[in-house]
């Protein structure tokens, strides 16, 4: 049996599994050890999309700068570029990608570049107005100037490369040199750029941009995410190391949240106090 985002032609699930329910998982964890940061539900949270930018003073919007701090550890890898992906599609991937960037273009030396890569299903555009009309599919095949096809995010720091016209067969201009040239080029114009990509059980894509990056993070939907595919996800990033894993859409409320934050915190005090 398939579950239901198998997709004509892609590399399908082995087979349905246990939602990702418990955090961390009990039955072994992942390879990519302990998840690097809990992402509750914005819509419990009755926040905006883009929350670092519209309600930066939000719990969400902090723990997008806590995950920013944990990827820029000097003494750790430290990437540079950065590929976001899951297993499966609509785990909040994009959602991820463009908060984590966000994140990291509100200091003032880190100039951030967010490239929508999923060149099957765009939907960084989303945030753009007017929506834009060229992209990373374009300046790959037909070798325009970057310059033409990057945009800015209203209110903040961010640069975005939209994906352009969405294309059957991405993993031939995501693999090609003009690519690789492309992100080197990038490479010296920013201090970090985010890569969003298509799910990478269906699809080679977000590996072969691996590839040329510095690392993955894997994005996995709380309650939906069956963990036998974010271990087969796992097995499917080759091409970088893993960063680690967001658990993405905790349905908690946020009482609950800030609750178990202050017992922990209490906790701490109080061994210190002993
Ligand atoms: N933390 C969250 N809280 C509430 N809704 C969320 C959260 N993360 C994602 N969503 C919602 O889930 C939907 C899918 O999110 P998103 O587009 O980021 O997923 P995706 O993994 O990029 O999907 P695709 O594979 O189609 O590209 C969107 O409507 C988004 O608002
Ligand atoms: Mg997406």
């Not at 609509?90 to 490239?115: H, P, Q």
């Not at 908690?252 to 701490?268: I, M, P, V």
Request: glycine content about 6%; charged content about 30%.
């Amino acid at each position: 049996m398939r579950t239901k985002f198998k997709r004509e032609g892609g590399r399908g699930p082995d087979r349905p599994a246990k939602a990702l329910k418990e955090f961390p998982p009990k039955e072994g964890g992942f390879a990519a050890g302990v998840p690097l940061a809990e992402i509750i539900s914005h819509k419990l949270a009755n926040a905006p999309e883009l929350v670092v930018r519209d309600n930066s003073g939000s719990f969400i919007a902090e723990k997008f700068r806590r995950l920013k701090s944990l990827l820029s550890v000097e003494d750790g890898l430290n990437p540079q570029v950065i590929v976001v992906t899951s297993s499966a599609p609509g785990e909040g991937k994009s959602l991820v990608a463009i908060n984590l960037a966000l994140a990291f273009g509100a200091s003032k030396d880190e100039r951030t570049l967010v490239i929508d890569a999923d060149l099957r299903r765009p939907t960084l555009y989303r945030w753009l107005s007017p929506s834009p009309n060229i992209g990373l599919a374009e300046l790959i095949s037909e070798q325009i100037d970057p310059k033409h096809a990057i945009l800015h995010i209203k209110d903040t720091r961010l640069d975005i490369l939209p994906a352009g016209k969405a294309t059957e067969d991405p993993d031939q201009l995501l693999g090609s040199n003009r690519m690789r040239e492309l992100l080197e080029q990038f490479r010296g114009r920013y201090k970090k750029i985010i890569i969003d990509t298509p799910p990478i059980v269906p699809f080679t894509d977000a590996d072969i941009i691996a590839a040329c990056s510095d690392g993955v993070l894997l994005i996995a939907r709380s309650a939906k995410t069956p963990i036998s595919l974010m271990r087969q996800a796992e097995s499917l990033v080759q091409g970088a190391p893993i960063l680690g894993i967001v658990i993405n859409d905790q349905k908690r409320t946020l009482a609950d949240w800030e609750g178990r934050y202050e017992s922990y915190y209490k906790d701490y005090y109080d061994r210190d106090k002993k």
